[in-house]
Every structure is written in C-alpha cells, then in structure tokens.
C-alpha cells in the first residue's frame, strides 16, 4: 500500500540515516535522499564523496611521501610508481559496497518508505517529492551541503565538461591528472593537493588569499602555507578569472591578481576547492516556515528545532562547522528529542575539534590567537616545538610544534592547534582536557607520559602554559 502520511519524514541518507532504529518500529517512516555525487550514491557525504574516501586516498598518499622522509634519516627508498586505478578500486570498492548494502537494507525496513527523488517543501507539513506529495507529523532536514561554484566565464563550457571537478568527482577520475589546478585555500584544497602532489601530479594551488586554511590560528596557517609550498605551487593573491580550452587538450585556466595582473596555468584537470554551501534552498525551507541565516544555514535552537516546532535539522544544512563528527552528535539529540519531546536534550555546541589530514597533518580545537584578541580575552600561550622532545628527534623534526592558548586566571585552555606527525592524536588529548575542565597543571602531572613517546610534546606544552597562568597570577 502506498502511503502518503507519515509520522516522521527524514531528509538525508547520511547522519539523519542514523535516527531510524527499533526504536521507531511502531512510526511510519519516510527517507527522503536523492543521493550525492554524479550516480548519487545513498549514506551521505562522509561515506560516498567526502571524510571516508579521501582519507582512504590520504594513506597512500602518505606512504608515497616516505622515501623523502627518509632520506633525512639517511635511508634510501624508491617510490616505484603510484597505481591509481588500484588504489581507486580499494577505496571505492568498500564504500560504494556499503552505500548499496545500506539502501537495499534500509529499503527491507516494513516501517521505512525511502523516496529517492529530488524534494522541496510545500509548506510546512507537506514535501513535493518527485511528482508524488507526502506530509508528515515530524521532519528532520539533513540534506547536507554541496560544492560552492563560481560565475566565471568558462566553468559552464560543454567543451570542457569531465575536466572540472569538485570534491565529489575529482577522486573518482578514470586517469591520474598529469597537471591539476586547485582553485581555493581550505581544508579540500590542501587534503587532495596533497594526495595528488603525492601520486605525482603537477599540482597548482590557486588562493584568493595571503595564506592557506585562513580560518586557522595564524601560526598554523602561516607554517602550512610555507610547508605546502614546499611540496607543490601555491600561488596566492589571486583570483579566477576564466577558463578555456586549450589547443593542446586540457585547459587554460586564467587569473588575477589585486592590481589587474593575468596568469594563466595550463592543466588537464581543475578541481573547484570553494568549500560548501547548506542544501535548505533546494528544499524550499522557507515554504515550510523554517527561517535560515545570512549565509542560507538553517537556524536551529540547542535542542536542534527550527522555528517550526515540528521540524528538526542537522548537520552542515543548519551548522557552519560541517563536519561529520558534528553531524553525528546532533543526530543523536534529534532522535532522543523526537522519542521523548518531553525531556529534550541539547546538543553540545563546544570544544569541537577538527583534523586535517595533510603532510604533515593538523589538529585544531578552540579559539585561536587572533579571536582571543578581537574579543580582549585576556590568554597566555606557548608553542612547544616537537624538537623540544626526544620521539622528535627521532623523527628528525624541525617543523612541527603545539600551540595552546589557556585562561591565565584558572589555567585552562582555550585553544589547541597543532602541525606534526601525529598530530589528530595527540590534539584529542587537549579536546579531553578542555571538555572537562581540566587545567593545564593537573593535565600533565596528574598522569604519567610514557618516555620518549612524541606525546611528551604536549606534556611539555601543558608544563610550559600552566608555569604562564602561574607567573600572571603571581603578578597580578
């Protein structure tokens, strides 16, 4: 029997996906996803296109840097060649088996209608999806977010369609790109230049920008740009201009500088690295009463309600941070609110970490120098260089370093940002410190640090900031 009212109608395959269990048994569910990607693959970003396979690409990527690496220490290795094909078909052979495997088990649910075709609000109980209409008790929107695109000259030429990408089809190109333009400064653009610079591909990086990762603490962002650079071509202050064939096969893409200056660079592949925008106008949340932000997100309270009561969202649709950790976590608050509207929780809007996972990989939590200083927060901070400790001269490092950022009066952080070997592991020591309210002080002599692990560095870090809180308060 076709069924046309629901108890509760998710928008979304990826972390929404998570709400349903036996929980909801008893409800008439309907999933709602179009997919993503070119086949529009089920289970969401992370699975299909985004965290999982690029890291999956990241690991060989970082097995191809070694023999560099190892040369410092006075080893001699060869990189005998990168087998692209091969590396794609391990990658995607796992995750496009689970995206088919999830759908053909969601589709087996009695209680689960999934309605895979494009869908938009009506108004706000009632969802056009495909050329069928559905209403529901209850919506949650977890549509996600999608690649930003420019309106530059070029970018729509069917002359070039296969030659630019975004993130949702660049790692799933036939050939390895001999010379590949990024056009961006974020987190995609320096992860994929650095799993393509690894497998041998030219890679320019093109940055509107006077560094990369702007959103990053200036240090940090400062030593990334200036280890990237060392790696591939990074070319900053300037802007896309226009793209057009050229004669040779390939393409020309074209930029500018502040002062009107063109350059042109020559690839046979451009990946567009302009980071996301929030999936709510395609669903036309405004027919539906759901209010959005300036930059399109949808607005939610801590409970993960919209400015209709009945209609929850989550993940990058509704929160600026996109990321997938993020996602998950709101999806647990939404399915505990739907199930128990009488003792809502709320989901933790702090202390939320990011890795990026480049060589060398970076690790982020909290505030960074600069938003402590527009805010006159009063700090203290110290950068531990993992030089400083006896696992970095193993690695004969001389790059890496911990950066913290703590409230002088009570010792605790408010900010970690790390670049180094290890570096997502060791951050999530300083994310158990800061969820919990430990201070600097009792984080590194109320524990042992196993000598000479790297994560000495950040016991020293710690040592370091908590003898600054100490000081400040000494003088005050």
């Known amino acids: 029997m076709t069924r046309d009212h629901f108890d509760l109608c998710i928008i979304g395959s990826g972390s929404g996906n998570t709400i349903i269990d036996e929980q909801f048994d008893d409800q008439a569910v309907a999933l709602v996803d179009q997919g993503v990607g070119e086949q529009e693959w089920f289970g969401g970003t992370c699975l299909n296109v985004g965290c999982i396979p690029t890291k999956m690409l990241v690991v060989p990527a970082d097995f191809a840097m070694a023999p560099a690496q190892a040369q410092r220490l006075g080893v001699s290795l060869h990189l005998n060649g990168v087998d692209f094909a091969a590396i794609q078909k391990r990658v995607f052979g796992r995750t496009n088996a689970i995206s088919t495997a999830g759908l053909e088990w969601r589709e087996k649910n009695e209680n689960v209608t999934v309605l895979r075709e494009p869908a938009a609000f009506l108004d706000a109980h009632r969802l056009q999806v495909g050329r069928r ?88 962002r400062a030593a990334a740009t200036k280890l990237a650079s060392e790696r591939y071509s990074v070319k900053l202050n300037q802007q896309l201009s226009r793209v057009e064939p050229s004669h040779s096969g390939g393409l020309i893409v074209w930029t500018h500088d502040a002062d009107g200056v063109q350059y042109s660079y020559t690839a046979d592949a451009m990946l567009l690295a302009l980071g996301n925008v929030p999936n709510g106008d395609l669903l036309a949340v405004e027919k539906a009463g759901v209010a959005v932000d300036d930059e399109g997100f949808v607005v939610t309270d801590a409970h993960q309600r919209t400015s209709q009561p009945h209609i929850w969202a989550l993940g990058d649709v509704c929160d600026h941070h996109l990321l997938k950790h993020v996602a998950n976590a709101q ?89 180094g070997p290890e570096a997502p592991e060791l951050g999530q020591l300083l994310v158990t410190a800061m969820s919990f309210g430990i201070d600097a002080q009792q984080m590194a002599r109320g524990q042992y640090w196993a000598h000479p692990e790297l994560a000495e560095v950040v016991e020293n870090a710690l040592l370091s900031i908590a003898a600054q809180c100490e000081a400040y308060r000494d003088a005050s």
């Open 133 to 220: 209409t559905i209403s529901a008790e209850q919506f949650v929107i977890a549509a996600g977010s999608r690649p930003r695109h420019l309106d530059v000259p070029g970018l729509d030429d069917p002359d070039l369609a296969g030659l630019i990408h975004t993130y949702e089809t660049i790692t799933r190109v036939k050939r390895l790109p001999r010379q590949l333009v990024i056009v961006g400064g974020g987190t995609i653009a320096v992860e994929l230049g650095h799993v393509f610079s690894a497998y041998g591909s030219r890679v320019t990086v093109v940055h509107r920008g006077p560094t990369l990762l702007r959103r990053l603490d200036g240090d940090l």
């Open 331 to 419: 999806a647990r608050t939404v399915q505990h609110n739907l199930l128990h509207p009488d003792d809502l929780v709320s989901t933790r809007r702090e202390v939320i970490p990011q890795a990026i996972f480049t060589d060398p990989p970076m690790f982020v939590v909290g505030a960074t120098q600069q938003e402590l200083e527009a805010a006159g927060q009063p700090f203290v901070h110290v950068v531990q260089d993992f030089s400083s400790v006896a696992y970095g001269w193993a690695l004969d490092d001389r790059t890496s370093f911990v950066k913290l950022l703590a409230d002088p009066k009570t010792g605790r952080l408010l900010g970690a940002h790390l670049i």
